[in-house]
């Protein structure tokens, strides 16, 4: 977007969601909450809307998006489902699991959605106000995490309003994110494969579907939305598993690790998931570099490790 726009802040009244799922139906962008963080939403099926989302985060063409729909036919009514993807979507939709399926043949997906690909990133979520407003605009809505790309992800509106404000036309208020992390992305190809850990642990994935999961390894182009080397990134440098800080570096800690702030004082992952982007984000205002405790790799923590190791990625 070349112009700037005014951004209108909604609450999540009936009236306020019809209107932001009218926009949606109309070309336009909205940020909303999912139980993850806050994605910018357009009309999935809408070439120019979808083109906005890239225009406003300064997001590659090369990475695809997700697309968000309301319940399983809807995901349905786009994409063929493997055994093993509909075991899935039946143990953790909704919920934070996005499933990289074949698309139908003639499903309305703009290829910008896709990058071009066979396949579809599709994902049912569970927030209410999420499934409100993908009822309220009647379509796909294909939503990165509403953010500059590459920099840290929003888990409220304040986030979003700071990265995007005056790029985007309408924002629903509704709140901290209950989770905190992005959703994890399975594909297929011939075995289930982990292309983002996320939201749900890998373990639990495999126990349901009964074997190991392979793992993606980050090329060139991604496959699969946050696959790019350096993304989730603060302004300043970043160095991991960081006991003991050096001089004027923010220290994040974790555990014992006290810190400056803290991702959990009790080592609960889950709770050090849900408040990673805003601890990033408060780290990110001091100016300082960053410095951030060990985190367990296991369970949540594997997400959360991926997304702090991309932070910390030599930026391009």
Known sequence: MNETVETR??????????????????????????ETVYGLGADATNDLAVARIFAAKGRPSFNPLIAHVPDLAAAEALCDFSEDARRLASAFWPGALTLVLPLKPGAPISKLVTAGGANLAVRVPSSPIATALLRAANTPVAAPSANPSGRISPTTAAHVLSG?????????????????????????????????????????????????????????????????????????PVRLNVVDPEPGEFHIGFGEVKGAVSLSQTADLQEAAASLFKVLHIADATGRNIAVAP?????????????????????N
């Open 9 to 34: 802040v909604l609450g999540t009244s009936d009236a306020e969601i019809a209107e932001a799922g009218q926009r949606l139906a109309d070309g336009e962008l909205v940020a909303f909450p999912t």
């Open 295 to 315: 985190v367990p790799d296991i369970g949540l923590g594997r997400a959360i490790n991926d997304r702090l190791t991309r932070a910390a990625a030599p930026r």
């Open 164 to 236: 995007l404000n005056g790029q985007i036309d309408a924002v629903i208020d509704a709140g901290p994110c209950a989770v905190g992390l992005e959703s994890t992305i399975i594909g297929f190809n011939d075995a289930p494969v982990l292309l983002r850990a996320g939201g749900i642990p890998a373990e639990v994935i495999e126990d349901c579907l009964g074997v190991q999961l392979h793992s993606h390894s980050d090329g060139d182009r991604p496959t699969a939305p946050g696959q790019l080397a350096s993304h989730y990134a603060p302004k300043g």
